[in-house]
């Protein structure tokens, strides 16, 4: 099982508890986790499903790159970390 973390910002709308959960994929991991947790899903994907724009994702220390499809691989004890993105100038 994957362990899903939320940073302490992306938490201070939506409380986002930590949660280990079966899935191969981000895609798979981010359903089981709204599953339980749906009040966290239209914080973290846009209406087509995708990752919203502030949003970024790592598993482990690697970003993931499908921000559509949500199709990088996870595998067992990955932690798969959903965190704001920030840019600047």
Do not use: K
């Not at 339980?36 to 994907?45: D, F, G, K, N, T």
């Amino acid at each position: 099982m994957a362990r899903v973390c939320f940073t302490q910002n992306l938490q201070r709308d939506v409380p986002c508890p930590e949660e280990e959960l079966p899935g191969t994929t981000v895609r798979e991991v981010l359903d089981a986790y709204f599953l339980r947790h749906p009040e966290a899903r239209s914080y973290v994907l846009d209406e087509r499903g995708g990752l919203r724009t502030h949003v970024a994702i790592f598993i482990g220390d690697c970003r993931a790159t499908d921000r559509l499809g949500l199709s990088d691989v996870v595998e067992r004890n990955n932690e798969v970390w959903v965190m704001q993105a920030l840019s600047g100038g």
